[in-house]
């Protein structure tokens, strides 16, 4: 019989998790933030519980996560509202059938149990209790959206404060709420989580949200298209995306207010090269996807298909901002709701996003993501609280180790100093290669002069100029050209240039990678070297000694807390530069459409005669465009690339030095706070080496496991 | 042009109209809607603009001017040079202040000031100190009906409440995008929030859209049309209403006729106070 090890590990890891929730919770020899660790672990020990993969929508209050969920499930289920609206955390799964399931910390009284069955009295809906009261079951009896939709508003809205005050004590007791629905837009495998919107003025609705992040696989992030960028907005995105190198997918909402010709998921133009201008200038790691989005469209246009709303109800209603000339258009058709429809469901661009995501929902391996998740979580926890329980019992078992303790200090201070020095000197060396200098004893030239060694007027010339021209002079390209007014030698103008570009960026972030990479592994094994002298404070010998033999590898590390964002920082999550490169070419190609316009009128010209009238406008922006700049102060290609660049060093310079302080910081608290502890230590040595061995040995034994489990399943940002 | 300078003998500070809130929230388009006219530039995009300060001149052709950085001058500008002083993606522009003298200008006395909006270059607008420059000037802070509540809107609010008691604002632009309904709900439950949110007595809020007035005055009936009628009165009504407001406060403010011109505009105390509070901000 095969045992499948996934489900092998995840048994595992549930008692891992299990055991790590009471020791930090209630064990006298844990010394951190006893109720975020026990809470943070029982969340962790219900993802894994149930397996499944969880999505999280996440954004401002009203930006409309409620509405483009309901769109993805095919109805308005979750309730929506112009204030901010949704107060609690939903789960959303798929069910055999619509039903709604409450948690609850303590059993419901009689009281709450009449109180909700009187709020729910007006749709039929019937409630269930389990036999400890501590779970209820709502039932709709038709499957109808709307029923489900009141049912949930007593429970999960803001207004529910002031229109249902008697369902405060139930609404107290909750502890999650999970909305079960018959549909094919969810496999059973996957949980949507709908938040309350972040800037509410509520911090516990903040706190809600803030919390869940750490524990979800995969990100929806909502910005409103007409505020894109916004500081507060931006705020929240960084502290997403920095935590952990996970998969986001960002949708501009409301893009029913923008203008046509504002959309454009390339990111050329408008809000979305906006947004990825706004990342690019705060340092915000950009792998993600951009989608525009009007939820609000593609669920009307749903409910108008399934006859849940009128047709004149929609031709009424002003948030769907349809154009006169549409409404004039959809009165005289023969069939008025299905092109309205169809007009708005277009509009929406709903199907694009919905398929993209299934599209990743699908290909993700999904169990897999779960047990490496959580893995981590176990390892890092593990490993963190077994070095203050080693330090205590070494110190029990002979208390000479104190003086010890104390004599050793200025040497630690000495290597705290010394692995400052080393990373210093690596940094010191990666700038030279950033900034170019001399690095042993040769001359190194720095990435942007390299950058302006490939970027020359004859490599422009040679790679852009001539294959453009050479490609009017092929087939029928020319005439083409005339007949749609240039755009498609403007067209092969930007390919030329993004090939060009792409190719230059393509050798410069090769070295860059290398050289980052080759520093995260001198960091990775200083911070493992501070990691060794924390476990190691009572061992003079490891301390002194000039070159620490560190026991920890750099693989070792990039598990730990520590080393994750110094990997993250590594790889390609600095930023892209691509979408703003493109930005530039879009913006660049307009000036050689104006000036090629005005040889319309000479139709009679021959081919030749074209070529050469053409030739200089296309050199003269192929040149503006990479090296010169335009007139009207539009910055060069170059330098877009050479601010890139600095960007890129100084960010990583930073990731690197918070790290590094991070990791010494533990070393000297630990240091002072097991000298605190002397006269305790030595007082009870018995009774803490009785108490404190049998832990040690869990703890050491859950660490060693995690690694194991690590080891089978790849960090996702090894793979990227 | 008379030689009056815009401060009297007495030293009685301008009235004004002082414009701020996030980037984007449509304080330029607001100001473009009280002039009738679009004046000042508008963009979606986060943009880098020194303040700018809108006053009524005597006739003739609309006047712009600016101060450079660092500068006491103020100089002449064409309307392209001053459309195109706006900086885009985190340039610098090259002005402490831009100056626009309409004559057109609905307000006999006020000088209306934009302010540059909150962006992802700083953490919020910047709250002018209390100055004696400031005495007589209103205080608007433009948000968005969607949005406003938000709990950094809600401490803005807050803090304009407690250093302006009297002489502040709320504006809710954007009500165009929304049904009659929701629109009414927000506006009565307004002040209601504010006050449950420890601001009390809780400010004037206006519900309106800067969009829809300024086609109501310049005749853009494509887009007048693209909203439905209920819709477009309530908005008109909210307008209206905070147009009254500013003319109550100009009154009661303004005690004598002055007549502007660059020069003295741009190195009035007023200016100086905006100036001086924008770059305690690092902002341009």
């Given amino acids: 019989m095969l045992i499948n090890p996934h489900q092998e590990n995840r048994e595992w890891l549930l008692t891992a998790l299990d055991y790590l929730e009471e020791f930090a919770a209630q064990d006298e020899d844990y010394f951190g933030d006893r109720s975020y660790e026990?809470?943070?672990?029982?969340?962790?020990?219900?993802?894994?519980?149930?397996?499944?993969?969880?999505?999280?929508?996440?954004?401002?209050?009203?930006?409309?996560?409620?509405?483009?969920?309901?769109?993805?499930?095919?109805?308005?289920?979750?309730?929506?509202?112009?204030?901010?609206?949704?107060?609690?955390?939903?789960?959303?799964?798929?069910?055999?059938?619509?039903?709604?399931?409450?948690?609850?910390?303590?059993?419901?009284?009689?009281?709450?149990?009449?109180?909700?069955?009187?709020s729910l009295a007006g749709i039929e809906a019937v409630v269930e209790i389990s036999d400890d009261n501590r779970s209820l079951?709502?039932?709709?009896?038709?499957?109808?959206?709307?029923?489900?939709?009141?049912?949930?508003?007593?429970?999960?809205?803001?207004?529910?404060?002031?229109?249902?005050?008697?369902?405060?004590?139930?609404?107290?007791?909750?502890?999650?709420?999970?909305?079960?629905?018959?549909?094919?837009?969810?496999?059973?495998?996957?949980?949507?989580?709908?938040?309350?919107?972040?800037?509410?003025?509520?911090?516990?609705?903040?706190?809600?949200?803030?919390?869940?992040?750490?524990?979800?696989?995969?990100?929806?992030?909502?910005?409103?298209?007409?505020?894109?960028?916004?500081?507060?907005?931006?705020?929240?995105?960084?502290?997403?995306?920095?935590?952990?190198?996970?998969?986001?997918?960002?949708?501009?909402?409301?893009?029913?207010?923008?203008?046509?010709?504002?959309?454009?998921?390339?990111?050329?133009?408008?809000?979305?090269?906006?947004?990825?201008?706004?990342?690019?200038?705060?340092?915000?790691?950009?792998?993600?996807?951009?989608?525009?989005?009007?939820?609000?469209?593609?669920?009307?246009?749903?409910?108008?298909?399934?006859?849940?709303?009128?047709?004149?109800?929609?031709?009424?209603?002003?948030?769907?901002?349809?154009?006169?000339?549409?409404?004039?258009?959809?009165?005289?058709?023969?069939?008025?709701?299905?092109?309205?429809?169809?007009?708005?469901?277009?509009?929406?661009?709903?199907?694009?996003?919905?398929?993209?995501?299934?599209?990743?929902?699908?290909?993700?391996?999904?169990?897999?993501?779960?047990?490496?998740?959580?893995?981590?979580?176990?390892?890092?926890?593990?490993?963190?609280?077994?070095?203050?329980?080693?330090?205590?019992?070494?110190?029990?078992?002979?208390?000479?180790?104190?003086?010890?303790?104390?004599?050793?200090?200025?040497?630690?201070?000495?290597?705290?100093?010394?692995?400052?020095?080393?990373?210093?000197?690596?940094?010191?060396?990666?700038?030279?290669?950033?900034?170019?200098?001399?690095?042993?004893?040769?001359?190194?030239?720095?990435?942007?002069?390299?950058?302006?060694?490939?970027?020359?007027?004859?490599?422009?010339?040679?790679?852009?100029?001539?294959?453009?021209?050479?490609?009017?002079?092929?087939?029928?390209?020319?005439?083409?050209?005339?007949?749609?007014?240039?755009?498609?030698?403007?067209?092969?103008?930007?390919?030329?240039?993004?090939t060009f570009v792409t190719a230059i960026l393509g050798t410069l972030t090769e070295s860059v990678e290398a050289s980052e990479k080759e520093v995260s592994e001198i960091v990775a094994e200083q911070i493992g070297a501070a990691r060794d002298l924390r476990a190691n404070l009572m061992e003079p010998e490891k301390i002194l000694h000039a070159q620490v033999e560190s026991s920890v590898s750099g693989e070792y590390v990039a598990f730990g807390t520590g080393g994750a964002l110094v990997g993250v920082m590594a790889g390609a999550a600095v930023g892209s530069v691509?979408?703003?490169?493109?930005?530039?070419?879009?913006?660049?190609?307009?000036?050689?459409?104006?000036?090629?316009?005005?040889?319309?009128?000479?139709?009679?010209?021959?081919?030749?005669?074209?070529?050469?009238?053409?030739?200089?406008?296309?050199?003269?922006?192929?040149?503006?465009?990479?090296?010169?700049?335009?007139?009207?102060?539009?910055?060069?290609?170059?330098?877009?690339?050479?601010?890139?660049?600095?960007?890129?060093?100084?960010?990583?310079?930073?990731?690197?030095?918070?790290?590094?302080?991070?990791?010494?910081?533990?070393?000297?608290?630990?240091?002072?706070?097991?000298?605190?502890?002397?006269?305790?230590?030595?007082?009870?040595?018995?009774?803490?080496?009785?108490?404190?061995?049998?832990?040690?040995?869990?703890?050491?034994?859950?660490?060693?496991?995690?690694?194991?489990?690590?080891?089978?399943?790849?960090?996702?940002?090894?793979?990227? | 042009m008379n030689n009056i300078i815009p401060q009297d003998s007495q030293g009685t500070p301008l009235p004004a109209a002082v414009f701020s809130g996030d980037f984007n929230a449509g304080k330029s388009l607001l100001i473009n809607a009280l002039l009738h006219q679009n004046s000042l530039f508008i963009s979606r995009e986060e943009s880098m603009t020194p303040p700018v300060l809108v006053a009524k001149s005597d006739g003739g052709d609309v006047i712009y001017g600016a101060r450079p950085r660092g500068e006491r001058e103020a100089v002449a500008l064409s309307r392209e040079q001053f459309l195109s002083s706006r900086k885009v993606g985190g340039v610098p522009c090259e002005s402490d202040a831009l100056c626009v003298l309409a004559p057109e200008m609905p307000f006999r006395h006020f000088v209306l000031v934009d302010t540059p909006g909150a962006s992802s270059q700083e953490n919020r607008p910047a709250i002018p100190a209390a100055a004696p420059a400031l005495d007589n000037a209103l205080f608007v802070l433009v948000t968005t009906l969607e949005y406003w509540p938000a709990r950094h809107t809600m401490s803005l609010i807050r803090e304009y409440q407690m250093r302006f008691p009297g002489r502040f604002i709320v504006v809710a632009n954007m009500a165009d995008h929304i049904n009659t309904n929701e629109i009414r709900r927000v506006r009565d439950k307004g002040r209601q929030r504010m006050e449950r949110n420890g601001i009390a007595p809780a400010p004037p809020f206006f519900t309106l859209s800067a969009r829809l007035e300024l086609a109501r005055r310049t005749g853009d009936d494509e887009y007048r049309r693209r909203i439905k009628a209920d819709v477009r009165e309530l908005c008109d009504a909210g307008f209206d209403a905070f147009r009254v407001a500013l003319y109550e406060f100009e009154a009661k403010v303004a005690s004598r006729a002055v007549d502007y011109d660059l020069e003295t505009l741009l190195n009035s105390p007023l200016a100086e106070a905006v100036i001086m509070n924008q770059k305690g901000q690092k902002i341009c």
């Avoid at chain 1, 809470?39 to 894994?48: E, L, P, T």
């Avoid at chain 1, 203050?388 to 100093?417: C, H, Q, V, Y």
């Avoid at chain 1, 503006?624 to 960007?647: F, S, T």
């Fill in chain 1, 38 to 118: 026990a809470k943070a672990m029982a969340y962790q020990r219900a993802v894994v519980e149930d397996g499944k993969y969880r999505v999280v929508f996440l954004g401002a209050f009203n930006v409309g996560k409620s509405t483009a969920i309901n769109a993805f499930l095919g109805g308005a289920y979750l309730p929506m509202d112009i204030e901010e609206c949704t107060s609690r955390l939903t789960f959303i799964r798929k069910g055999e059938d619509l039903r709604l399931a409450l948690q609850l910390e303590s059993g419901a009284s009689r009281n709450e149990i009449d109180a909700l069955e009187r």
């Fill in chain 1, 137 to 498: 079951t709502v039932r709709c009896p038709d499957q109808n959206p709307d029923r489900m939709c009141k049912a949930l508003e007593p429970l999960v809205t803001v207004s529910a404060d002031e229109c249902y005050p008697h369902l405060a004590p139930l609404r107290g007791k909750m502890e999650s709420l999970t909305l079960f629905l018959p549909t094919d837009a969810l496999d059973t495998d996957i949980v949507f989580i709908d938040t309350p919107g972040v800037h509410s003025i509520s911090d516990t609705r903040q706190k809600i949200t803030y919390d869940i992040i750490e524990h979800c696989h995969l990100v929806v992030l909502f910005v409103d298209s007409a505020f894109v960028g916004n500081v507060h907005d931006l705020n929240f995105i960084k502290r997403i995306i920095t935590c952990r190198n996970r998969r986001v997918f960002f949708v501009l909402n409301k893009a029913d207010k923008l203008e046509n010709e504002e959309i454009d998921p390339r990111a050329t133009h408008g809000p979305a090269a906006q947004l990825v201008e706004t990342f690019r200038r705060n340092d915000i790691p950009d792998n993600a996807d951009v989608f525009f989005l009007s939820g609000y469209r593609a669920l009307r246009a749903i409910e108008l298909d399934q006859g849940l709303l009128k047709l004149e109800e929609a031709l009424e209603d002003n948030k769907l901002l349809i154009p006169t000339a549409v409404t004039e258009r959809i009165v005289q058709s023969q069939e008025p709701e299905r092109d309205l429809s169809a007009y708005l469901m277009g509009q929406s661009r709903f199907s694009h996003l919905r398929e993209r995501l299934l599209d990743y929902l699908i290909n993700e391996n999904k169990s897999n993501a779960i047990v490496s998740l959580a893995g981590r979580f176990v390892y890092e926890r593990a490993a963190d609280y077994l070095i203050s329980i080693r330090n205590t019992l070494k110190l029990a078992r002979d208390p000479r180790k104190f003086d010890e303790l104390r004599a050793s200090r200025e040497a630690l201070m000495d290597r705290l100093k010394t692995i400052r020095e080393t990373v210093g000197a690596a940094l010191k060396t990666y700038g030279i290669r950033f900034q170019g200098g001399e690095l042993d004893g040769a001359e190194v030239p720095g990435y942007v002069a390299r950058m302006h060694g490939l970027l020359t007027e004859a490599a422009i010339e040679a790679q852009v100029v001539q294959p453009t021209l050479s490609w009017l002079r092929q087939d029928d390209h020319l005439k083409q050209a005339c007949r749609d007014k240039f755009k498609p030698l403007a067209l092969q103008l930007e390919h030329q240039v993004d």
């Fill in chain 1, 578 to 720: 691509a979408p703003v490169i493109g930005t530039a070419i879009g913006a660049g190609i307009g000036g050689l459409l104006g000036a090629a316009l005005g040889f319309l009128a000479r139709l009679a010209w021959s081919e030749e005669r074209w070529v050469t009238k053409l030739t200089p406008l296309v050199r003269q922006n192929a040149l503006e465009m990479l090296l010169q700049g335009k007139a009207d102060g539009a910055r060069p290609i170059a330098a877009l690339i050479a601010e890139y660049l600095e960007n890129r060093g100084k960010a990583f310079e930073d990731a690197v030095k918070a790290e590094l302080e991070n990791a010494l910081d533990a070393v000297q608290k630990e240091s002072s706070s097991l000298l605190a502890r002397e006269e305790e230590i030595r007082r009870e040595r018995d009774a803490i080496i009785a108490r404190l061995e049998p832990k040690e040995s869990r703890l050491e034994g859950i660490r060693s496991r995690a690694e194991s489990v690590l080891e089978e399943d790849p960090m996702p940002w090894a793979s990227t």
